[in-house]
């Protein structure tokens, strides 16, 4: 159950502070999500599917990122997270924002739309973080081989 009242939903302007980067993408999914009285809205997220840990450290959701991160290492259930996550990411992250955006009205009342882009947004370092990660083993091997 939420934390917020579904009846407090955020403005689109709401959304558009708080996501930051591609909020046109998810603003249409968040306005399709809050019409259907539905607890879980499947559909599909080809950037978490693809990224996942990195996708939810890029969201600002940290603890998704950590549980995605022991599930991805675990063998047989790190295959059905991946699919999971994937059609689940976009239901994720519009209560994660929902949950985010009302629990600063709650706290900061008026001035609560000052401090949308700095509790939502991006972390811009990750994608960063993420080429370089994945580029370690690569520059590892390469450098195996030129010492040969």
Not at 12 to 32: H, V
Not at 34 to 60: D, E, G, N, V
Not at 114 to 120: A, C, N, S, T
Request: glycine letters at 4%.
């Amino acid at each position: 159950m939420d934390q917020f009242p579904s009846t407090s939903l955020p403005t689109d302007e709401d959304y558009r502070l708080f996501i930051g980067n591609n909020s046109e993408k998810y603003i249409p999914k968040f306005a399709q999500f809050s019409i259907t009285p539905i607890s879980f809205h499947a559909s599909w997220h080809w950037p978490a599917f693809l990224c996942t840990f990195w996708w939810f450290l890029y969201r600002k959701m940290y603890l998704w990122a950590l549980l995605s991160f022991v599930a991805m290492m675990i063998p047989y259930i790190n295959f059905i997270a991946w699919i999971a996550i994937g059609i689940s990411a976009n239901d994720l992250y519009y209560k994660f924002t929902n949950n985010k955006i009302n629990e600063l009205k709650t706290y900061q009342k008026d001035e609560y739309k000052g401090h949308l882009p700095y509790i939502g947004g991006v972390n811009k370092w990750v994608p960063w973080v993420a080429v370089i990660v994945s580029l370690l083993p690569l520059i590892f091997i390469l450098g195996i081989l030129g010492s040969l």
